[in-house]
Nanobody
């Protein structure tokens, strides 16, 4: 199983980045793919998720209206389009996968719930300068 996150970088406040999460080694269509992020010295927090089967999405309040998650099922890849970036968006961004959609949404909504998700990838650094 592999989740490969990419697309991070350095951007000025107000700019945009698109992250990608390429999945392999499991039945992609059965899973919910999520993005989490962790800033230095802070707890990991949920950002967004998408169901590969029906395309339903969920966003944390902190990114709603600025970030858009999408899935290309032909490529087993999830994208996170991040617009109007703020310095507080600076973090390492991780993608994760799990079959339990309610569990993934709960992990995004609530702190300290992310540890039980099935699969995790290595992160990609996003730095937003002011």
């Amino acid at each position: 199983v592999q989740l490969q996150a990419s697309g991070g970088g350095l951007v000025q406040a107000g700019g945009s980045l698109r992250l990608s999460c390429a999945a392999s080694g499991f039945n992609y269509d059965d899973y919910v793919i999520a993005w989490f992020r962790q800033a230095p010295g802070k707890e990991r927090e949920g950002v967004s998720c998408i169901s590969s089967s029906d395309g339903s999405t969920y966003y944390a309040d902190s990114v709603k209206g600025r970030f858009t998650i999408s899935s290309d099922n032909a490529k087993n890849t999830v994208y996170l389009q991040m617009n109007s970036l703020k310095p507080e968006d600076t973090a390492v961004y991780y993608c994760a996968a799990d079959q339990d959609q309610e569990g993934v949404v709960r992990a995004i909504k609530l702190p300290f719930q992310w540890g039980g998700l099935d699969y995790w990838g290595k992160g990609t650094q996003v730095t937003v300068s002011s």
